[in-house]
Every structure is written in C-alpha cells, then in structure tokens.
C-alpha cells in the first residue's frame, strides 16, 4: 500500500462507524470546559480525567492516594504491569519486543540513543521532516558524528513534506535510521513507516496509538508522554529486545535503554505518575476500539478543518503538500500575522482555545488528538468560514 492510499483509506468513516465514534468518541466538552486544542499537553478523555481525580486521593479502595504510593509495593507494581499490558497490546508486539517506561520526555531520548547505540568511530543517520528531528539530529552531533539522510530544511517550501520511499540515504554503517512519524509543527506525516535495511527508530510521541502502525519493523518506538499519552514527565518505549542489547556497557544504568527494560521501568524511582496515565491512556485507546477505530475519527475530524483551508478561496493557506497532511495537527494562516492574531483571540470567544502556532511557524494550529471531541472540529470549521466572510 502507497502512502497516498494509506491515507486515503483512513479517510472514509462509513454510517456504521460513525454511530460507534459517536458512542465511544468524546462529542464535546463537559460544562464549564472548553474545546482544547492545545499541541501538547492536550486534551484528555474525560473519563479518565475523572479516574485519575479519584486515584489521586484514594488509590482502589487502599487509603493511600496516587502519589503516595511507593514504586516497591504490591499496589503500584500491579499499576505498572496494567500500565505495560495495555501498551504492549495497543502496539500489538510480541515477546521479542520490550515495552517499559523511562524517566524524561522525547529530547532526554534524542540524547540517550547516541549514547547508547554510536560508537565514538560510528554514525547515524536522521530523516529530518521537522523541527523535532532536527532538534534529535542536533543533540546526537554534540557527541556523535552523525549524518542528514533527508533535508527537509532546504526544500523550496522548508519542511513541506516527506520524502518518499528511495529519497532518502543509508549509509551503509549507520547504527540506526531515526525519523519523526507525525509533524506537529508542519502539520505532516509519514502514511506508512520508511522501508530501510538500517535499524529504524520512530519518534511517535504526537501520533502514539492514533492508527494502525506497524511497530515491528522498527527497531524501536519512543513516545513521551503527554498528547495522546496524557501526562508529561516519562517516556514509554517499545524496543526489539536484540537491539537494545547491543548498546554499550560504557554508560550508567540510568543511560542505557536495555537497564530500564530489565529492571521492569522501576530501576530507580519511576514518575509514577505519569506511568500510571499512559496506561489510562492505552486503556482508553483500547476501549474505544483500537488505533483502526481511533484513526477512522481523528480523519473524520481532520478532514473537516483541512477542507475549511481548501474552501475558503485562499483565504487560508499551509505550505504542507496535500498527500502527507497529518490528521493530528491541521496548520493554516492568514495573509497577514494580525489577521492571525484576530483569528485566535477571537476563536477564544467561541470556546476554541490553544490555536496560536508554534513561534517558528506562525499561524494557527488546531491540534486534535485521540480524544479530542468531534464537535469541536464542526465548531471550529464554520468559524473559519465565518471569519473569512467578514475578513476577507
């Protein structure tokens, strides 16, 4: 399956699934919050919300709240375990596979993998699409020599796309091949996972769970935490066994992949928090049906603010080419950077918050994650054509 057929075929929700999305789906907001369109941390299930309330004062009935609980006893150890079950069956891997959990958010990873897997004669090499996988590149550079395979950043239009399978390099000594699926800032995406001989290591922290993906022909998935995977503050990783073993003994434990998969995520003392929400977290993502479910409504959401971009005369525009337009975070801007302001400001007024792009991009970005609510998306579409009729 091409990348473009990939996409196409998760854009059609038949009347069938859409009655699922709407039972299982979040439709809008309880009363008094608001349509959160944040890039991360973003909008949360309200169900879990609620859960994670009434752990946090008492923990099953035990007396002891969430964040009191010890890393060593029973309770937290069987939170921990829950926690890896779910994610493991969400990333749908098997026994050679590990799934654990790591202090730290996806620029502490950026820094470790270098470390782990480059020798100091070595290399590795980087598709960049994005800021976040230049900002992986370049923390990898401070200590290794490590090489571009694509260059995004010298496009005609900077980061406008992906490349496509064969337009990007391999060197043949390279210890791991490192690319960001989704493009939060950009607003694209990888549809299908680069075919390459090297070890290939998938950054999915803004995309986690939101489709079908095919974890095994990565080497390893990391995925920090907040987005689709709630609260920020530790990573999970989902990492061939064989592959993390080959990491050097010349690190600390607290550095090395392979000693957080053996110690069970608890080498020292994990954020036991943040565990405890990703494993709410795929949980949820499992409830509602899985990543084909999930992928099926995050189009159905995405494809109602792109097409506001597409039909609105050019009043809006995003240099994104259409093909590798992610679903998860739909970018668009004005003609004009105070048009853009007024559009946010305003949006405020209707409920929608967290649209300002990021400040290397400008404009505005509606980011709808997993368990943002269809409704918000409908909300948001009619007043993009609102506001273009009276300001265009």
Request: charged share 20%; proline share 5%.
């Amino acid at each position: 399956m091409t990348a473009l057929t990939a996409m196409t075929a998760m854009t059609a929700l038949t009347p069938a699934a859409a009655a699922v999305a709407h039972t299982l789906f979040p439709q809008a907001p309880s009363k008094g919050r608001v349509y959160n369109f944040s890039a991360g941390p973003a909008c949360m299930p309200e169900s879990v919300l609620e859960q994670i309330r009434e752990e946090i004062f008492d923990c099953r009935g035990g007396g002891i709240g969430l964040l009191e609980l010890s890393h060593r006893g029973a309770l937290y150890e069987d939170l921990n375990n829950e926690a890896e079950a779910m994610c493991r069956k969400a990333a749908n891997v098997g026994s050679d596979y590990a799934v654990f959990f790591m202090p730290g958010g996806a620029t502490l990873q950026f820094g470790l993998l270098p470390l782990n897997f480059v020798p100091d004669t070595g290399t590795a090499a980087y598709i960049d699409t994005s800021i976040w996988s230049y900002k992986a590149y370049t923390e990898a550079l401070r200590c290794r020599n490590v090489t571009i395979a694509f260059d995004g950043r010298s496009l005609s239009a900077k980061y406008s796309r992906v490349p496509k399978q064969g337009e990007f390099t391999e060197p043949s000594n390279a210890a791991y091949l490192l690319y960001c699926q989704n493009n939060t800032v950009e607003g694209t995406t990888f549809w299908a996972p680069p075919e390459t001989s090297l070890p290939l290591i998938g950054d999915a922290t803004s995309d986690i769970f939101s489709r079908p993906w095919d974890f095994t022909k990565h080497a390893m998935v990391l995925a920090a935490g907040q987005k689709n995977l709630g609260a920020s503050g530790a990573s999970l990783v989902v990492a061939r066994k064989d592959f993390i073993a080959r990491a050097t003994q010349k690190l600390p434990q607290i550095l090395r992949f392979e000693d957080h998969a053996n110690a069970g995520s608890r080498l020292n003392t994990p954020p036991t928090f943040a565990v405890r929400v990703m494993g709410l977290m795929a949980e949820w993502s499992l409830k509602v049906g899985g990543p084909e479910a999930i992928a099926k409504n995050n189009a159905l959401k995405a494809n109602l603010i792109w097409n506001a971009v597409d039909n609105s005369g050019g009043f809006y525009s995003w240099p994104a080419e259409k093909w590798c337009r992610s679903h998860l975070n739909i970018c668009f801007k004005t003609a004009k950077p105070e048009l853009d302001a007024k559009f946010v400001s305003e949006a405020e007024q209707h409920g929608l918050f967290g649209l300002l792009g990021h400040r290397e991009a400008g404009g505005m970005r509606a980011s709808s994650y997993n368990a943002f609510p269809v409704k918000g998306c409908e909300i948001l579409a009619d007043f993009m054509g609102e506001f273009a009729r009276r300001n265009g």
